[in-house]
């Protein structure tokens, strides 16, 4: 069972051309920023913060969570 409309659409799209999603997997891939330590460290959610994390377009999205899980 699938749960979610994004991810029937993703099985739909695999199972119809695998190598296009193969190639969009990649491609998201790529844009992930690169590994910055080894991944032991622990940090705060705010030392991890980019650009994009941080732009107008989430900035409501992540404020709202900060308030929904008293972390302000």
């Known amino acids: ?3 979610g409309l994004p991810a029937k ?3 739909r799209l695999y199972a119809l051309a695998p190598g296009l999603s193969a190639e969009i997997l990649a491609a998201t891939n790529r844009m992930l920023p690169e590994p910055g330590d080894d991944g032991t460290k ?3 959610g705010y030392e991890s913060e980019t650009e994009i994390t941080s732009s107008w ?3 409501p999205y ?3 969570a ?3 899980n ?3």
Do not use: C, F, P, Y
């Open 9 to 11: 659409l993703a099985a």
């Open 1 to 3: 069972m699938i749960l």
């Open 70 to 72: 008293n972390q302000l």
């Open 66 to 68: 900060e308030r929904a």
């Open 62 to 64: 992540t404020r709202e």
């Open 57 to 59: 377009v989430n900035r």
């Open 42 to 44: 622990s940090k705060k």
